[in-house]
């Protein structure tokens, strides 16, 4: 019996992304550049995979980020941390399946099932591990926060 191996990266600038997106949605701003720079895990390999077939990945983190804050700023409500992310997950698979399509030329249906299907599990795990943290990590970061600016 023969048996397919397929080897997945776990990706954790997910994580990063919808971390910051979660934690700044308030009234912080984050981080400035001078502020201090976090490496990300996900973005190896320089210019060339920001131009090559998961390029669009990549640039969608922006948006991505953006969607997830802007929608708990606007919402204000806990319950709304993971569908918020969902949404923003949802905005940099569009992106990311787009520019592939575009610089492959494949089809949608190929796209999707080596694009997006193979990273919906582990997606779900990092939204609901990300929504746990936040909801530990946050009200700790508002008193340090609070407490630096008094």
Known sequence: MKTSKIDLPLILSMVLVAGAG??????????????????CPGFQGGFQKLIGVTGGYIIGYIPCVLIIGLLLKLSGKKFMLPLAMV????????????????LTGKALKYALAVCVVPFLAGDCIKIAAVTALTVI?????DKILARQEA
């Open 22 to 39: 979660s934690v700044f949605a308030e009234d912080q701003d984050a981080p400035e550049p001078d502020q201090g720079y976090v490496p």
């Open 87 to 102: 949404a923003g997950t949802v905005v940099l698979y569009l992106f990311g399946t787009v520019w592939f399509l575009v």
């Open 137 to 141: 990590v946050k009200p700790r970061l």
